[in-house]
């Protein structure tokens, strides 16, 4: 760990706040040996605080469940176990929407009705909606202020309650799965095979900076994709490349790619 590292990373100066309040979070509950959390990140946040705490005993990413898209930093000393992550105390809650069966509010109306109710971003990680309910994860620090005074999502009547982390429901992410050949995995490539569109415009959106493989921006388009990697481009959406295959016997590259729908 080197706080020096921040100039190094950050790329805005916002960035370099953000990045500086991680810093001072996690290394009080180190220097201390007590818990900490940080807020929820982004993907993109997440990255850059990869890049500056590196492997660090005890600090874990996570956001209520394991492919968790926004996730804290939550250290937790030697006298913790990773259980810990999930109980009372760790710096997230989880809590649950019900509404009416005939009613189907959608991510947007929850993630406008609470930031509407003055709740920082920062305060909210994955929001998750289902049939009747939505389950969404908050810092610890402002679940008891939602359960008092989150009662609507537009027009749509809610009645909240706290459950545990185990018992969120987590709607399966739905997937269009792609097979197709490309001549390398360079990052237009495979964003032309994922979106379906031509190779010259893939690079277009690359050099514009609109692409991004695992929170953080690319903008060369021949820079080589990692299997597993997620890509968003704005305005097309996101994919994975799930797995990569071998080469056919026309030495093209075999992939299973992903696209979230």
Request: some cysteine; hydrophobic content about 40%.
């Amino acid at each position: 760990m080197d706080r020096s590292n921040i100039d190094k990373i950050a790329q805005t100066a916002e960035d370099r706040l953000l990045l500086a309040k991680l810093w001072d979070k996690i290394n009080t509950g180190i220097r201390r040996n007590i818990p900490a959390n940080t807020c929820f990140l982004s993907p993109r946040e997440q990255e850059m605080a990869r890049f500056l705490f590196g492997e660090v005993p005890g600090l874990y990413a996570y956001g209520g469940y394991p492919e968790a898209e926004r996730k804290m930093l939550i250290y937790l000393p030697d006298y913790l176990d990773e259980s810990a992550l999930s109980q009372p105390g760790s710096g997230l809650a989880c809590l649950r929407a019900s509404f009416y069966q005939g009613d189907s509010p959608s991510h947007r109306d929850f993630l406008g009705a609470l930031m509407g109710a003055g709740v920082a971003r920062e305060s909210v990680g994955d929001i998750c909606v289902g049939q009747c309910s939505c389950d969404f994860f908050v810092t610890e620090e402002i679940a008891p202020y939602l359960l008092q005074n989150f009662t609507s999502a537009g027009r749509v009547k809610l009645r909240l309650q706290q459950i545990a982390m185990e018992d969120a429901a987590i709607p399966e992410p739905e997937v269009q799965e792609i097979r197709d050949t490309v001549a390398s995995l360079r990052l237009d490539s495979v964003i032309s095979s994922g979106f379906r569109i031509g190779r010259s415009l893939a690079a277009q959106y690359i050099s514009a900076g609109k692409a991004a493989v695992d929170g953080l921006p690319w903008e060369k388009p021949d820079r080589i994709v990692p299997e597993g990697s997620k890509i968003s481009v704005r305005g097309l959406g996101k994919i994975r490349l799930h797995a990569v295959n071998g080469r056919t016997k026309k030495d093209r590259i075999s992939v299973v790619i992903h696209r979230y729908v």
